[in-house]
C-alpha cells in the first residue's frame, strides 16, 4: 500500500496547533498525472519554481535535440519525463517544507481518503506501547531488581501469570 507523508501548515505561535483540515498528505512514490501532463500537474499544485526549473530542462534538451540530431534527445526527453514523475510527489514535499509546513507523521492507505481515515484514528486513539509495561502492574511485580521475579509468583518460566500469583 503506498505511503503518505503528513504535513501540517506553519502556525503564527509554537503553542497553537495546526487546523487538521489543513494537514497536507503528500503520497510517496509515482505521480501519474505528473507524467503525462506535469505542467498542468504543476500548475495546479502551485509549485511555481519547479515548474520554471522542469520547462527550462525540457526547453535545453529540445534545443539540444535540434542541434544534436537523432534518437538520443528524444529518448533523454522520454527518460527525463519518467524520472520527473518519479520525483514529483518529493518535490512537492520539499516546496511545502521550504515554505513552513513541518512533518508530523506519516499514513498508509490504498487511497489518500484510506491514509487520512487511518491518520486521523491513530491520533485519537493511540496504540499501546508494548515496549512499556502495563500500568497498575509496575510497582506490584517489581522485585528488588526492577524486574518480575520468579521467587514473588508473578513469572512461571519465560511467561508473565495474567493475575499475579497462581
Not at 55 to 68: H, K, P, Q
Not at 129 to 142: C, E, I, N, T, V
Request: glycine share 10%; proline share 10%.
Amino acid at each position: 500500500m503506498p505511503l503518505y507523508t503528513v504535513l501540517a501548515p506553519p502556525t503564527p505561535s509554537d503553542s497553537v496547533d495546526a487546523d487538521p483540515v489543513a494537514y497536507v498528505f503528500v503520497k510517496d512514490g509515482f505521480c501519474w498525472p505528473c507524467l503525462f501532463v506535469a505542467e498542468l500537474w504543476l500548475l495546479f499544485r502551485r509549485l511555481w519554481l519547479v515548474l520554471l526549473l522542469y520547462l527550462a530542462v525540457v526547453v535545453i534538451i529540445t534545443a539540444a535535440g535540434r542541434f544534436i540530431g537523432g534518437p538520443l534527445p528524444w529518448l533523454v526527453l522520454i527518460f527525463f519525463h519518467f524520472y520527473f514523475a518519479l520525483e514529483a510527489n518529493g518535490l512537492r514535499r520539499w516546496t511545502l517544507l521550504r515554505h513552513g509546513y513541518r512533518v508530523i507523521g506519516v499514513a498508509e492507505g490504498r487511497r489518500i481518503a484510506d491514509a487520512e481515515v487511518r491518520f486521523f484514528y491513530e491520533l485519537t486513539y493511540p496504540r499501546f506501547d508494548f515496549r512499556q509495561p502495563p500500568p497498575g502492574r509496575l510497582q506490584s511485580a517489581m522485585g528488588e531488581t526492577g524486574a518480575p521475579s520468579a521467587e514473588s509468583g508473578e513469572v512461571v518460566g519465560f511467561f508473565p501469570v495474567p493475575g499475579g500469583k497462581p
